[in-house]
């Protein structure tokens, strides 16, 4: 099974930015369909972006849209989620992950069979 691992969270100051990584060892991510999903404390995880494998269409949540974008590093092997204009309502826990499929929208839990362990994001006012 495809083990995803996140990393690139933080504590960062309103306004400011982070960018994260999402890799996986003896595989090549570039034939995945990777989303970046988030869950705050007390809230459902929900889909911020996603990526499809192939033809590489990307997709936004509305809240990020503007704001945040995801790119593939093949060189690397990682999908990158480009985080700017940090707000405290982007606080939460952010997990990749890794499906077979094209992108439905910015990602539906369902569709995506492995996840990663998760990384922190916290964004201070």
């Known amino acids: 099974q495809l083990q995803l691992v996140e990393s690139g969270g933080g504590v960062v100051q309103s306004g400011g930015s982070l960018r994260l990584s999402c890799t996986a060892s003896g595989f090549t991510l570039d034939y995945y369909t990777i989303a970046w999903f988030r869950q705050a404390p007390g809230k459902e995880r929900e889909g911020v972006s996603c990526?499809?494998?192939?033809?590489?269409?990307?997709y936004y949540a509305d809240s990020v849209k503007g704001r945040f974008t995801i790119s593939r590093d093949n060189a690397k092997n990682t999908v990158d989620l480009q985080m700017n204009d940090l707000k405290p309502e982007d606080t939460a826990v952010y997990y990749c992950a890794a499906a077979l499929n094209y992108c439905s929208g910015s990602g539906h839990q369902s569709d995506f069979s492995s996840w990663g362990q998760g990384t922190q994001v916290t964004v201070s006012p």
């Open positions: 990526i499809s494998s192939s033809i590489g269409s990307t």
